[in-house]
T-cell receptor, first 113, second 111 residues
Framework: DTGVSQDPRHKITKRGQNVTFRCDPI?????LYWYRQTLGQGPEFLTY????????KSRLLSDRFSAERPKGSFSTLEIQRTEQGDSAMYLC???????????FGEGSRLTVL | GQQLNQSPQSMFIQEGEDVSMNCTSS?????WLWYKQDPGEGPVLLIA?????ELTSNGRLTAQFGITRKDSFLNISASIPSDVGIYFC???????????FGAGTRLFVKA
């Protein structure tokens, strides 16, 4: 399978713990996006990388959130000191185009108890 | 910030019926996308629209990019049970780096 891969698919954690999600984009896709989706809502933009450069961050991305894409390939999204409000599906998408389709992974579902 | 208003929120239809849903915005977009999402999965692209007035089909699905560039609609003809899911519209501005999604239309099809 050469689609966007996300790991883990599910994560249950206690409030205050740190969690990290990994995204492996489609090979050679230079653009990578993180979105957050809560129940009953559409995906909300969090951040965007072009190669290894993080070019845009949403105001939704508080200082407890950090994303990296160190070599312009895979990306990680870390949430420190998780809160119950962080419970959501975290979606990663990639593309090699300047406009048009974003290819999404299956998401990482976070539950904060 | 930019927002997309997607309607209806949900639809309950009989198998074989046609479906229409739409998306409007106060902002102009250069690209409109329609995605479908099944439970526990990521969104999958159905149709991409790149030009105002463009009408594009994908099997039983037809979508149009509004002339004002502030709206789009998606039609599904002769619905079948596997059409069940959440349909999202999404708009892209210049450069396409930030894709804005609507809140989705939940489609239920009764066999």
């Amino acid at each position: 399978d050469t689609g966007v891969s996300q790991d883990p698919r599910h994560k249950i954690t206690k409030r205050g713990q740190n969690v990290t999600f990994r995204c492996d984009p489609i090979s050679e896709h230079n653009r990578l996006y993180w979105y957050r989706q809560t129940l009953g809502q559409g995906p909300e933009f969090l951040t965007y990388f072009q190669n290894e450069a993080q070019l845009e961050k949403s105001r939704l991305l508080s200082d407890r959130f950090s994303a990296e894409r160190p070599k312009g390939s895979f990306s990680t999204l870390e949430i420190q000191r998780t809160e119950q409000g962080d419970s959501a599906m975290y979606l990663c998408a990639s593309t090699d185009r300047t406009a048009g389709e974003l290819f999404f992974g299956e998401g990482s579902r976070l539950t904060v108890l | 910030g930019q927002q997309l208003n997607q309607s209806p929120q949900s639809m309950f239809i009989q198998e074989g019926e046609d479906v229409s849903m739409n998306c409007t915005s106060s902002s102009i977009f250069n690209t409109w996308l329609w995605y479908k999402q099944d439970p526990g999965e990521g969104p999958v692209l159905l149709i991409a629209l790149y030009k105002a007035g463009e009408l594009t089909s994908n099997g039983r699905l037809t979508a149009q990019f509004g002339i004002t560039r502030k709206d789009s609609f998606l039609n599904i003809s002769a619905s079948i049970p596997s059409d069940v899911g959440i349909y999202f519209c999404a708009g892209q501005g210049t450069g396409g780096f930030k894709t804005i999604f609507g809140a989705g239309t939940r489609l239920f099809v009764k066999a």
